[in-house]
């Protein structure tokens, strides 16, 4: 079955902090994946995508995600974390070309100040 | 360029009613998903329409149907309310099919 696991539900790290939150898919074929976050109040939003090409992919707000095909994991890293960072992150998968896409249940992340 | 937007932005129910959610797409976008969210859990796909055909569905029962009109705003329609229905709704359009989405606010859902 088609599936998204992130490792952890919710996180607290302190500003400046490293950040890396795991993702792992379950699914057959040529895959999109993506990272949406949504901020206290704010719509779900777009934070990175990979497609094709670099395996490495840079988003806004100096978020960076590592695409590990024999591993089938889409890990979201950020060097050094704001308090501003505090959102929940989803990861997101889907069949290239395809309609369904499935999320991951979430990670909440704390940014102490 | 206008965002997308839902309404209502929330509303109750009773066990057995019937009920219709909105969905403005993102201007220029021909594809709208509709998505269900438990709380403390990620979004779940229920059904896709692209040019006012649905193009793809998720596990859920026939009772939950769609709408997409020319304009590409959308409706989600849900029949016979149970009590497990309670989530938030998500509206998300695409410009093609696979894209990133582009989410509206949510109808926030409580049946009773």
């Known amino acids: 079955a088609q599936s998204v696991s992130q490792h952890n539900h919710h996180v607290i790290l302190s500003e400046a902090a490293s950040l890396e939150l795991g993702c792992n898919y379950s699914?057959?074929?040529?895959?999109?994946l993506f990272w949406y976050v949504q901020y206290p109040g704010q719509h779900l939003q777009l934070l990175l995508k990979?497609?094709?090409?670099?395996?490495l992919v840079k988003g806004i707000k100096g978020f960076e995600a590592e695409f590990i095909k024999s591993k089938f994991s889409f890990n979201l890293r950020k060097p050094s974390v704001q308090w501003s960072d505090t959102a929940e992150y989803f990861c997101?998968?889907?069949?290239?070309?395809?309609?369904?896409?499935?999320f991951g249940a979430g990670t909440r992340l704390f940014v102490k100040a | 360029e206008t965002g997308v937007t839902q309404s209502p932005t929330h509303l109750i129910k009773t066990r057995g009613q019937q009920v219709t959610l909105r969905c403005s797409s993102q201007?220029?976008?021909?594809?709208v998903s509709w998505y269900q969210q438990a709380l403390g859990q990620g979004p779940q796909f229920i059904f896709q329409?692209?040019?006012?055909?649905?193009?793809g569905r998720g596990n859920f029962p026939p009772r939950f149907s769609g709408l997409q009109f020319p304009n590409y705003s959308s409706e989600l329609n849900v029949n016979a309310l149970e009590l497990d229905d309670s989530a938030l709704y998500l509206c998300?359009?695409?410009?093609?099919?696979?894209?990133?989405?582009?989410f509206g606010p949510g109808t926030r859902l409580l049946v009773l």
């Open positions: 699914y057959g074929g040529t895959v999109n």
């Open positions: 990979y497609f094709s090409g670099d395996p």
């Open positions: 998300a359009s695409s410009l093609i099919t696979g894209e990133t989405q582009y």
């Open positions: 201007s220029g976008h021909n594809t």
């Open positions: 997101a998968v889907n069949l290239r070309g395809g309609f369904k896409t499935i």
């Open positions: 329409y692209y040019r006012e055909e649905e193009n």
